[in-house]
Every structure is written in structure tokens, then in C-alpha cells.
């Protein structure tokens, strides 16, 4: 067996250091903050010789004290002591202590310095406390002024109703989790058959639920269209963000949603989750439909590589966008001795994706194929899809051309998803001129269904391009030599296409 992996590895630029300039003999000033770049005035109060001053204006602060506007005839020498200090914004108090004069500067900019005494003051409390307070907020009530304004009432309700949903059976899921903790005969019941019981009567009208607002969502214009996304995640994110599947959805830390973790979250037959309600939001992720076409396309990519196995002679398979290659493992592990050469050849433009699935591949070559382990070549390309279609030069297009051509099967399942009709055209005919006579070239694409749409949409920021049969067949109007086979096949569930085109034999 081969264990050649081919990597584009990315070193970060170098780091460049600057020495400034000395800082031996300076002396640093506390930060101040001038009051007037506040939402609201700094007031503060004060006792001197059993005297009761303020409410005084506060000029600008620091970590050790504030300068003031003078209090009226009263002259505060430096060395005055003040008690009671009280420092408000907004009628709360914000500080409170004992402090000195240290200056009194007479003019058209009239001003005491005082000095704390007891203890430091909390700038950056002060700061974080407006710029959330005032600024935050503000913005938080203007949104919602436009949430009542823009967004209709009956759609609002909707999002609502879904929230109460999750809310109910997670209250519900939390007090089970109770009782197993205390219950010796609870302790063993089986959280699959528990969530197949709670889905056969709750999931419906979740479902049902995410198919209404796809409907009504259908008729929001184009401003209220992103007002409502940010309303549905506000609404009804934090009731999904446990969840490692529903988080890693929404944060997309490889910068797409599908990512290869992801797709494992729908082949798992354990949840993943620290209580019972993650993990039934777990089983959630994999029971909507286009979680079982997921499942589905799986099984009809692993079939098309055991078709080519199947004919007796050497044969060479791309995986474009390989994910977590998992139909391959399947493969590996079901099918009997493989008597002809095989070439896997998987693609992927993330080099996580690229270790995890030759890791992954190459454990299933080694423990069900050793003794012919040599017939069986895996290689992992790190390339992307504008390297696939425009190399950026003679050496990048060289490499390409000379390791992808005369493929028996290239298939793709989840890249077109993401792709614009620009650039799925450009990649089909690439793709296909990289078939031998005969090879055959498979490429998925999810058809809309509202109730894994909506979700997706309007709370994970998940969005993908959903084709229709005759948006994939026209992806293919510019290939040459006309193909011998040229049509769109469904899944199992019929909501995952794939375009399935052979080139014609010599």
C-alpha cells in the first residue's frame, strides 16, 4: 500500500520585531477618561469638616482619582481630606471611599484634583458598563423597534411557538436527567429508545413548525428577510448552541458548515452531548430530511466505487471534497479481497479534513486488506477547486494534469452545495475531461426541503444552493465529446440529486 499524502503546506510570514526606543526615565500617567465621552454625566458627593457637597460634576477620572468642577465659594487647599466620597453614574453609585485635594485650578476651566485614599477605581468597569449599558442596549431596543416594525406579528408568533417546543422538551429532558441520577432502576434506560419515543410525538410538530415558517418566511421582503434571521438566532440559538453538532454548525470553525466533523455527527450511533437534551438535539440533527439523505448519498457513492471494483481491472476513483470519506470506510470494511489495482485518490481543500480521512481510510486498508494491502493505493491531494479549474501556474496546472487524468469515477457529494452556477459549470467540464472512455462522473446536490432548510437559514447561517434536475443538467451543456449517458438520479429519499454523466467509450 502506498502512504503518500500530498500536502501544499502554508508557512506564516515571518515575524518582525522594532525596538521603539528606551523607556528608562519616563514616568507613565495613569489613564484618564474625559466624562464627556460617556452616554450620561459622572456626578459625585462628598463631606469635608461635616459638610455635605454635591452633587458635583465630574470632569474626567482615573484609577487613583477625578478632578471635579469647584463647589461654589468653598476653597479645597490641597491637603483637605473628604469623606464620604460617592461617585454615581446614572443614580447608581460606581464608587465609594475617602480621598484628598491635591489641586484647585481658578480660571474659564475651573477644576479640583482629588486623590482616592482607600482604594483604586475600576476604569475599565466604568467604560465596559457604558459602551454595554448605553451603547449596547440603545442598540438592542432599536432592533427590537424594528423586529415589531418590520417583521409580522403571525411570523414572530411562529418563531415563538417553535422556541416554546424546544423549551418544553428540554425542561422535560432535564427533569428525566434528574430522576436518573436518583433512580437505581432508571439508571438504565436506553437514551436511543427514549429518543425515538419523545420524536414519534414531539418531532412532527417540530417539524411541522419549521415548514410553516418556511412558508411564511417565504413572504418577507428583502429588508425583513435578514431582520428575521437575526430575530430567529436571537430567539432560538441558545436553545440549540449545547449541542456540539448544532454549534459546530452555526461557529464553522474550517469556514463552512459541512465540514468532515460535522458529517461524522450523522453516522454516530451515540450522542454527543454533557446532558440528555444535548444529546436529543444530537438525535434531532440526525432525524431531519435532509439528515437522512445525508445518509442516503452515502450509500449511492459507495455503491457507484463498488460497480468499478466490480469490473475485474485496475481501476482509479477521485473523491472531490472527500469530507470524512466514510462510504470509503464502508467500503473497505464490507467488501471481499480486492483482486485488480485500485487507486483512491481523495481531494479536499482543508488539511484537517486530508489527515482525518487518510487516517480513517488507511486503518480500514491495513486491517481488512493486509494481505493484498499492495493493490490498494491511497492518495490525499490538499487542493482546492480554483487550483482544480485555473492553476496559477505551468507548475500548479503540470501537477494537475498529471495526476488527475484517465479516472474511471470522479464523484462529489456535498461541494456543489456551496457552489455558484459559474463556477459548478466550469468544474463539470474539468471534471469530465479528466475520465477515461467509459469513466463515469457522479455529483450531488440537495434539493430544497423547507423543514431542513428553515433551521439552517435562519438560525445556523447554513446556506446552500439547492438546484433543480434541470439546473444540473444544464451544468453539462458544454461537454465534449457529448456524453454517452447524461441524466439527474435521486436517493433513497429523493431529496439529494446527483448528476451522473459517462464519457463516451473509443
Known sequence: ?????QFQLHRPGAVHSELLGSTEGLQFRPKRLATDRLTFDVTCRFSVDGQDLGP????NISPTGIAIEPPGELVLTPGTSLEDLRITYRDSAVWEGSAVAIYQVEGPRSRVGLRFTNRLFDLQLLELRDGLIENRLESSLELQRRYAEILPPEWRASVTSLRLLLEGVKEMLEETERNLRSTPTLQALDERELFEEIFEKWGKRFHDQLDKLWVQSAELGDEAIELARSFATRALLPLVYSSPMYRRAYEKPL???GDYQLMTYYFTETFSGDTLYD?????TGQNYPHSHAIRARERLTREAVREVIARGKPARVVSLACGPAIELQRLLREADEIKEPLELILID?????MHYSH???????VSRHQERQGLIQLNCLHLSIRQIIKPKDETEKHFVESVLKDVDLIYSVGLYDYLPETVARGLTTKLYSMLVPGGRLL??????????????????????????????????TRLSPEPAKNEVVLDDTELCMFLDVVRPSE
Open 1 to 5: 500500500m502506498s502512504d503518500s499524502r
Open 56 to 59: 458635583l460634576r465630574v470632569l
Open 255 to 257: 469556514g463552512y458548515a
Open 279 to 283: 444529546r436529543f438535539l444530537h438525535f
Open 349 to 353: 481543500q482543508d488539511e484537517q479534513t
Open 359 to 365: 487516517d480513517a481510510v488507511s486503518r480500514e486498508i
Open 443 to 476: 455529483i450531488g446536490n440537495f434539493r430544497l426541503c423547507p423543514v431542513s432548510a428553515w433551521m439552517g437559514e435562519f438560525v445556523l447561517s447554513w446556506h446552500l444552493v439547492y438546484r433543480t434536475p434541470e439546473a444540473m443538467l444544464g451544468l453539462t
